[in-house]
C-alpha cells in the first residue's frame, strides 16, 4: 500500500501536466514519452539487441515542437520523412543489423505516436480536456476491473502462454468495471451516452489488447517489468501500456464524431 501510495504521489502531477493545455502538456508530454521509449528500448537490449535510441529520441523532440507550433501535416509529414531517411543513411553507415533498425522504428511507432495522440485529443477534439481523461478512466478502470475480478472469480485462461494470470472473467469484468466508470464520468460532465459507450466498450477491449502486447514483448525479452521508476507499478511503460493504444482509438472515434455532426 505504502508503494502504491508513492506511485500515486509520482503519476498525479504528471498527468495533471497532460491535461493542461499549452507548453506544460508538451513539455510533460515528451518527458514521459522519453521515459516510456527508453524503457521500450532498455528492454530489448537484454537480449543483445541494441536499437538506436538517439533517433527515437529525436522523433520524441520533432512531435514536441510538432505540438507547440501547431504544423500543418503537410510540413509535419515532410520532416517526419526526412528524418526517417537520414536516420536510415546514419543506421545503415554503423552496421546495424535489421532486428536492430526494427526496433528502433517500432518503438518510435508503440510509444512515441500512440502517446501522441493524448496530446492530440486535447488540442484537436471539441472538448478534448474532459475526453483526455476518458482515455485513463478506460484503461485504469479496466486493469482494476479485470484484476479484483480475475482475481475472486477467474477460472478459465484468457491467453495463457502470454499472460497466464489473466482470464476470461477478469477481462470481462474488465470491460464492465470500465463502463461502469465512464458513465459515472460521462453523468456527473454531462457526455453524450451513447458516444461514451461506444468509447468505453471497445476502448476497454483495445486497453486489454495493449496490455497483452507489453506482457508479450516483456516474455520475449525476459523481464518482469519495463522499469522500476513508480513503485509498486514497474516504469513508466508498465503504467501506459493500456493508454498507447486507447489513446488512439478514442482520439479517432471522437474525430469521426465530430465531423459527422
Request: with cysteine; hydrophobic share 50%; glycine share 10%.
Amino acid at each position: 500500500m505504502k508503494q502504491r501510495l508513492i506511485s500515486a504521489m509520482f503519476l498525479l502531477p504528471l498527468l495533471i501536466l497532460l491535461v493542461i493545455k499549452g507548453i506544460p502538456l508538451y513539455i510533460g508530454g515528451v518527458i514521459l514519452m522519453c521515459i516510456a521509449l527508453h524503457e521500450f528500448y532498455c528492454a530489448f537490449e537484454n537480449m543483445d539487441i541494441y536499437p538506436v535510441k538517439e533517433l527515437g529520441y529525436i522523433y520524441s523532440v520533432i512531435l514536441l515542437f510538432g505540438n507547440i507550433y501547431q504544423w500543418r501535416s503537410e510540413t509535419f509529414s515532410l520532416l517526419l520523412f526526412v528524418v526517417f531517411m537520414v536516420g536510415m543513411i546514419y543506421i545503415l553507415t554503423q552496421k546495424r543489423n535489421i532486428l536492430e533498425i526494427s526496433i528502433t522504428f517500432s518503438g518510435i511507432m508503440y510509444v512515441c505516436f500512440c502517446f501522441n495522440y493524448i496530446i492530440n485529443t486535447i488540442d484537436y477534439i471539441d472538448g478534448g480536456n474532459i475526453y483526455v481523461w476518458l482515455i485513463f478512466i478506460i484503461a485504469f478502470a479496466t486493469d482494476t476491473g479485470a484484476y479484483f475480478v480475475g482475481k475472486s472469480f477467474g477460472k478459465k485462461k484468457l491467453i495463457p502462454n502470454i499472460s497466464p494470470n489473466k482470464t476470461i472473467e477478469g477481462s470481462l469484468g474488465g470491460v464492465v468495471c470500465c463502463v461502469l466508470f465512464s458513465l459515472i464520468f460521462a453523468l456527473i460532465f454531462r457526455l453524450d451516452i451513447g458516444k461514451v459507450l461506444v468509447l468505453s466498450v471497445f476502448g476497454s477491449v483495445f486497453g486489454q489488447i495493449g496490455d497483452l502486447l507489453a506482457s508479450s514483448i516483456k516474455r520475449y525479452v525476459g523481464i518482469k517489468d519495463f522499469g522500476k521508476l513508480i513503485p509498486g507499478h514497474g516504469g513508466v511503460l508498465d503504467r501506459f501500456d493500456s493508454v498507447l493504444l486507447v489513446a488512439p482509438y478514442v482520439y479517432l472515434v471522437l474525430l469521426y464524431f465530430q465531423h459527422k455532426l
